[in-house]
């Protein structure tokens, strides 16, 4: 069950960007992609911004917690220098400003929620609702899933109150190595998919997880070789940072 692009741009632009900013998803469009994924994180007033990262330091310059700025304070911060002089400026995007880019430019979304520490629930709720508001008119005509976004988190929380909050946007649960009840899990979160790490995956746990009747996602795939390798074994698609190496249309 994957009704979505196989190949997916990782945080926007991938190794071409600064990640999880409407540059990254530009970048990502002028190399023929129409699927991204991207972090989307809360800030101190509920507002949910796209961040890997709950500390500042690596992407944004500073200290202290994510979740301790506004979003009037972090879409102000300069999200683009750490990664080239030519990005200096571009800012940090609120979820609802890369769901507009997105929806404009006809690119499907896996939103990875990305829970501060504490904030599980929360976050989860909070995103849910908003997509489930920017995507009203979606839902309310049945349209197919893949007019719709997928959140996918490493957090169970987070996805259980994303499901609460809008049934009708699909899960995919995300881990790093498959625990013994990944399916236990999905049917909890009522998933359509399993989101891993591909260095970790065997090809008798892809073909059990297709088995079931599951979506199978892997990240973060750059080489060509291990791309045809997962893919032989039945995994329906991946994120990767090479998207200059392995493009849209990649088999």
């Known amino acids: 069950m994957w009704p979505y692009p196989g190949i997916i741009a990782h945080r926007g632009g991938g190794t071409l960007a600064p990640e999880?900013?409407?540059?990254?998803?530009?970048?990502?469009?002028?190399?023929?992609?129409?699927?991204?994924?991207?972090?989307?994180?809360?800030?101190?007033?509920?507002?949910?911004?796209?961040?890997?990262?709950?500390?500042f330091g690596r992407t944004i310059k500073g200290t202290g917690n994510v979740s301790d700025a506004t979003a009037g304070e972090l879409t102000r911060m300069d999200a683009g220098a750490w990664f080239g002089v030519q990005f200096a400026g571009e800012c940090v995007p609120t979820f609802e400003e890369a769901v507009h880019y997105c929806k404009k430019h006809h690119i499907w979304m896996n939103v990875e929620i990305k829970p501060a520490p504490g904030f599980d629930v929360q976050t989860g709720r909070v995103v849910a609702e908003i997509a489930r508001r920017l995507f009203a008119a979606e839902i309310a005509s049945g349209a197919p899933a893949a007019a719709l976004p997928l959140f996918s988190s490493f957090s169970f929380d987070a996805l259980a109150a994303a499901r609460d909050a809008a049934a009708e946007i699909p899960r995919g649960y995300l881990v790093d190595a498959i625990p013994a009840d990944w399916r236990q899990k999905l049917q909890a979160l009522d998933a359509i998919a399993l989101h891993t790490n591909h260095k970790k995956l065997s090809a008798d746990q892809a073909r059990e997880i297709k088995g079931q009747g599951f979506g199978l996602f892997c990240y973060t795939v750059n080489d060509p070789g291990r791309a045809r390798e997962i893919l032989s074994w039945g995994v329906d698609a991946f994120c990767t940072d090479r998207i200059d190496v392995i493009g849209p249309q990649f088999s």
């Open 20 to 55: 999880n900013t409407l540059a990254a998803m530009r970048c990502g469009v002028q190399h023929g992609f129409r699927a991204v994924e991207f972090d989307v994180m809360l800030s101190a007033d509920n507002v949910p911004i796209l961040m890997h990262d709950p500390v």
